[in-house]
Each structure stands twice: as C-alpha cells, then as structure tokens.
C-alpha cells in the first residue's frame, strides 16, 4: 500500500528566509507526486506535479521541488518565504497510471513569523 | 482554467435533516469526481470516486446510505448527508480530474457543514 510521510506537523519560518517542506513517500514503483496549499478554510490548490523527467520541477508562487529515487523523497523548497505563504502544505502520491486516487500526507503548518 | 467549486461553503443544519452539497468543474469535463472530509487539523479522507453516469465506490467505512453521490453530468456531482447528525460535521471538499487530462485532480473550495 501506498503512504506518505510528512514528518514535520509544524514548521515557523522567518519572512525572507528559505523553506524546505520534507515528504517521503512508500510506493512499489515510482508514483506521480504533487504539493498542494491549503488556506484556513479553503480547498486545496495545486502547487507543482511530478510525473517523470526532470527530477526538479517548478512550481506556482516561487515553490520548487525535487524529486530523489534513492531517498523516496519529494521535498518541497522556496528560497523566501512570505508572510502570504503561512497555510497547510500537503504532500500526495498517486499512481503512475493517473487514474488513481491520492494519498495524502497528514500535512505541514506553515507559520511565517516577522 | 480548471476550476472547481461547491455550493454551499457554509450550511448548518438541525440534526435529522438531509443536506446536499454540489461539486461542479467550471471550465472542464471531469468524468471523475472524489469527495473528501477533512476534520480539524488533519488530512483528508477519500470518501467515494465517482464517475459519471454510473455509482460511486465507496471507501472501506463509509457509509453508503448515509452519503448519497450523484455524479449525472460530466460537470456536476453531488453529496448529500442524509440525516444528518453532528458527528457528521466536517469540512467535505470535492476534487475533480479533467476528462482529458487524467492525471491531476483539481480541488473545490469546500463546504462547511455544521449538524446542530
């Protein structure tokens, strides 16, 4: 069975500093891979995809991530954060067919601090 | 473009009563549509997939009498939580994936629901 680990609950970043959200995922093969943003009372928003390829994608608002084989890891970056980045950041895995479901990792609070 | 919404984002209901919550794909044909709850602080919970035009599957636990999907256009599925009881508050949010482009889903704002 597929899962996704997202070891960080919470995570308090200064304004103007890097970020880097860690995911690790347990899948037979390589799965598709996404980040989505999740605002206080909203629905989720996709931020970047992995399908195959290059192994770092770019994604909306300055978020990048890269994709490791050997550590089964697909960990989210921003080299600086803004305060309008503080949300709920999830990690989901599907498989590689893309008529799958999601898997979702239980998800990382952004806090931004001044 | 692929955007998702629901309707209503917010209802609160007295317990018994039944509640239905539209997904609709604005810009886009999404023979697949999932619904999700999400309770306080934690990750979302796939409820059921459906398709169009045919029934929804359910996952291990969910109670299919209770969630009632209809899933008849190629841009519109509904839920509705028939007799509603408190426990069944929740934030339920419907993601749908593009006919054409089968390999992302796209995620409605979600509804809140409160069981008086």
């Known amino acids: 069975a597929q899962s996704v680990t997202q070891p960080d609950i919470h995570i308090t970043v200064s304004e103007g500093a890097s970020l880097e959200l860690r995911c690790n995922y347990s899948?037979?093969?390589?799965?598709?891979l996404f980040w989505y943003v999740q605002s206080p009372g909203q629905g989720l928003q996709l931020l970047l995809k992995y399908f195959s390829g290059d192994t770092l994608v770019q994604g909306i608002k300055g978020f990048e991530a890269e994709f490791k084989r050997s550590q089964s890891s697909f960990n989210l970056r921003k080299p600086s954060v803004h305060w309008s980045d503080a949300a709920e950041y999830f990690c989901?895995?599907?498989?590689?067919?893309?008529?799958?479901?999601?898997?979702f990792g239980k998800g990382t609070m952004l806090l931004v601090s001044p | 473009g692929a955007v998702v919404s629901q309707h209503p984002s917010r209802v609160i209901c007295k317990s018994g009563t039944s509640v239905k919550i539209e997904c609709r794909s604005l810009d886009f044909q999404a023979t697949t549509m999932f619904w999700y709850r999400q309770f306080p602080k934690q990750s979302l919970m796939l409820m059921a997939t459906?398709?169009?035009?045919?029934?929804?599957?359910?996952e291990q636990g969910v109670e299919k009498d209770k969630f009632l999907i209809n899933h008849a256009s190629l841009t519109l599925s509904t839920l509705t939580v028939t007799s509603a009881h408190p426990e069944d508050s929740s934030f339920y949010i419907c993601?749908?994936?593009?006919?054409?482009?089968?390999?992302?889903?796209?995620f409605g704002p979600g509804t809140r629901l409160t069981v008086l």
């Open positions: 993601s749908a994936r593009d006919r054409l482009r089968t390999d992302t889903q796209y």
């Open positions: 459906s398709n169009e035009g045919s029934k929804a599957t359910y």
């Open positions: 899948y037979g093969a390589t799965p598709y």
């Open positions: 989901a895995v599907g498989a590689p067919s893309g008529y799958s479901t999601l898997t």
